[in-house]
Every structure is written in structure tokens, then in C-alpha cells.
């Protein structure tokens, strides 16, 4: 799969761009992640970790494999998140088995897939536990003279300091893109074909969109720099959210990256900011009030989420029209978000 697909023209920039084109070839060679997890296999325990590094294969698959090689049902295994099917991903799996010693996975291996590592834990790796990623992508083709360079190494900067934004990328948005209008052809009372692992990913598209339209409100009013009075605010590497009374006092935070203000996964008791943002969040929700309502009345908690990533360790190398960035983001981030601010 290639390419500017991956790529949402319809959401406004946080900056002037860098207008560098380029595509992104989703390939193992030129799409690398490597998971991050907050914790090491400590040598002890009923559970195997194994890390793995796949390719042209989907994290699911890898458990069905590893279900049929270890003889154990698919419950017994655990992964902290999904990888992109076509990028070369590095991640963790864990398996349990008891009184049990690790079968010879190597010469098991299908195409794609190769074992890494192996020890033992005594916990079950869970969906979100890792601490984020990191990427190694290629941008081909771009406008690679010395002014778009220049551009480029200022846009470095600029993203270091004040960061970029959180959107959920077009993964979140299902292969043909539509997964949040049929969450609300849902929501509306129109029957809809799926299983509940299904339904819930459309209600998951549901609120990543009105959430990408809240933040779109925010960088068209030209306030994603700043942080405001009534803003939600929440810790860099937490969910914990707090309202902002002095957005004065509280700048020094938010500049130094410790603090970033949030919008709004809809649902049910929902932290509300006030002020300026107040309103904004208001504007969305108003024009899709009835969706809203449904969403508590099928018992979807609300949550708050970051407007912002500052990423870890952005360092960009040229060879030739061909861009290679380097950065780690934190669980949730898309990395496709941050490099359509230079792309476009």
C-alpha cells in the first residue's frame, strides 16, 4: 500500500507548512516502528515475551500464529497495540503458558515474521501498555532545493518547540475511510452490519472525528501556541486533566512541554473547559447533538486527549529528494499527522 492516502488535506496546518510533497511508501524498507515499553521481561513467570519484527503481516495474524505454534487459544496471548501491516514493526507479544517451555518458534516462522528475543514475565502484556514508538520513515521524492531544505530544518524546529497536532491520522478511519459515518448512520437508529468488536470501532471513529474537528477549530482561530483560560490541561505522559484558572501562571509549563491543553472525546461525564474553548467544543457538539446524546446513552465514557505532540529525538537526513525523519511519539500519536506538516 503507498502512498498520500495516508495523507488529510482537509484538516488545516499548525504551520505554514513546507509544501516538500514527497509520498509516503508505506514499505519495510522506508515505514520502520519500534515499540516502546515501559517495562522489561523480569526472567520469572508463566509468560513468554517475545520480540518480534513483522512485515507485510498484521499484529492479529501474528497471534493466530502464535496460537497454532504454542497450542494455546488465542485469549492466552497479549499485545500492547497494533502496527501498521506494511511497515517493518519491531513489538512485544506475550504468551501464557504454564508449566510450559517455549517451543521452537524459528524454524516456524512464516514469511514476514522473525523472532527477536525471548524471556520470561509474570504479567500478560495489555492493549495500551507501552509508552510509545518510535519511527524511522522515509519521504520520497520532495522538493529537496537549498530553500526547502532550509524550510525543512526550520520546521524541525519549530515543531521541537511548540509541537504539532494530535490528530487521529486516517488509520483511526477504517480502510475505505467512511468508519465515522457509519458511527453515526449508527447512532441515527440505521441498522448496521458488524460484530460488537466492530460497532465499537465505529463508535471510536465516531468521536476521533469530532474530536479532529475541535482541534481543526482551534488551529483556524489561530490558537494552537497558546494556552487559554478555561482550557483543560493535561500532564505530558498522563491522562490527568485539570482546569486552567491562570493561563499566565500556567505558561511556563506549557512552553517548557510539561502541560498541553485537551479536547474532547465525547461521552459521559465529560470534564468541560470554558472560556474560549469552552465555546469551540460547544460549536461541534451543537451541530451533532442528537449523535452526542446517543453516545451516552450507549454508556461511551468520556475523555480528554492532548491537542499537541512534541516529539522526542526529530532529526531529519537528505539523501538525495528522498527525506528520512527520525522521532518517537507517545502511545496514540500518528506519525502520519506530523509529517503532513511537511509535506504540504
Known sequence: MEKNLLIQPDLPL?????????????????FQVTEIRPERPDGEGEHWILTIEKSGVTTEQ???????????????????????????????????????????LVPLQPPGVRLLAAARHRRKIRIGHLTGNHFRICLWGCQDTEAHQQRATAMAAWIIQHGFPNYFGPQRFGR?????????????????????????????????????RVLARRIQAGLFTRLLEGDIAQLQGRSACFAVTSADGEEPRFHAGEIHPTGPLFGRELLQPTGEPGAMEADV??????????????????????????PADLVLAWEGSDLWLQFTLPRGAYATSLLREFMQ
Open 176 to 212: 475505505q475511510g467512511d468508519n465515522a459515518q457509519t458511527g453515526m448512520a449508527m447512532l441515527a437508529g440505521q441498522k448496521v452490519q458488524g460484530n460488537r468488536k466492530q460497532r465499537g470501532l465505529y463508535l471510536s471513529a465516531v468521536r476521533s472525528e469530532l474530536f479532529n
Open 285 to 310: 457538539a451543537a451541530a451533532e447533538a442528537d449523535i452526542l446524546l446517543r453516545l451516552s446513552e450507549f454508556g461511551v465514557q468520556g475523555e480528554r486527549r492532548a491537542l499537541r505532540v512534541i
Open 14 to 30: 499548525a504551520t505554514p507548512g513546507c509544501s516538500l510533497g514527497g509520498e509516503i511508501k508505506t514499505t519495510p524498507e522506508t
Open 62 to 104: 501474528v497471534v493466530d500464529w502464535l496460537a497454532r505454534a504454542c497450542s494455546c487459544p488465542r485469549m492466552a496471548i497479549g499485545y500492547a497495540g497494533l502496527k501498521d501491516r506494511w511497515a517493518r514493526a519491531t513489538q512485544e507479544f506475550s504468551v501464557h503458558l504454564p508449566k510450559r517451555e517455549l517451543p521452537d
